[in-house]
C-alpha cells in the first residue's frame, strides 16, 4: 500500500494478498475473545484479514507498516465505542474489466473519500481538522480479484473513541 503526503493513501498488493490468512483469530486458544490494553481500557479485539475490513470497521492501529508503501496480515478490529486509530467510513467497488492505470485508480480513490468526507463528518474535509486515507487494488492485487476502494478517517491528535460520523470538526 503507498502512502501520499497529505491524504494517507494504501494501495494493495499482490505479496498482501497472498500473504494474509485468516483463521479464528478473535478466539484465543481457550476459545474466547482476545481482549487487549488500548489507552488504559480493556478491550474486545479481533483480528481480520486485511481484505475483510468494511465499512463501519473501527481499527486500532495505523494499518501501513515497514516502510509506509505495504500492508499486510491480519488487522486489528474493535467496537468504535472503543478506543480506534481509524474508522472506515465509506467504499466502492471498481467495475472496470481491466486495471484502469494507478494514476487513475489514485485519483478515483481521492475524489471518492473527499466526496464521501463531507456527508460523513458533517462539512468539507478542507475545513476539517480531520485525516482522511484509502485503501486501493493495484494491477497485482486486481489479478486476484481486488476491486474495491475503502476510506479510512482518523484524528491527527490521537486515537478516538466513538465514531466521527457527524462530528463537524
Not at 488504559?40 to 481480520?48: L, R
Not at 475503502?150 to 462530528?167: F, H, K, M, Q, W
Request: proline share 2%; glycine share 10%; charged share 25%.
Amino acid at each position: 500500500m503507498v502512502r501520499n503526503t497529505g491524504l494517507l493513501a494504501f494501495a494493495c498488493t499482490a505479496f498482501v494478498l497472498t500473504g494474509c490468512a485468516s483463521g479464528e483469530g478473535d478466539k484465543n486458544s481457550a476459545g474466547t475473545a482476545n481482549t487487549s490494553s488500548i489507552a488504559g481500557k480493556e478491550v474486545a479485539v479481533d483480528d481480520v484479514n486485511l481484505f475483510d475490513i468494511s465499512v463501519g470497521d473501527c481499527l486500532v492501529d495505523d494499518i501501513v507498516t515497514g516502510s509506509g508503501d505495504e500492508v499486510s496480515g491480519d488487522q486489528k478490529k474493535v467496537d468504535c465505542a472503543a478506543p480506534h486509530y481509524a474508522e472506515v467510513y465509506s467504499n466502492k467497488v471498481m467495475t472496470e474489466s481491466t486495471f484502469p492505470g494507478l494514476s487513475v485508480v489514485e485519483a478515483d480513490s481521492e475524489k471518492l473519500c473527499e466526496r464521501a468526507f463531507a456527508d460523513f463528518v458533517g462539512m468539507s474535509f478542507d475545513e476539517s481538522t480531520l485525516d482522511i486515507s484509502y485503501m486501493y487494488p493495484t494491477s497485482d492485487s486486481w489479478i486476484s480479484g481486488d476491486r474495491e476502494i475503502l476510506c479510512l478517517i482518523a484524528d491527527p491528535a490521537g486515537d478516538t473513541e466513538g465514531s466521527l460520523r457527524g462530528v463537524a470538526r
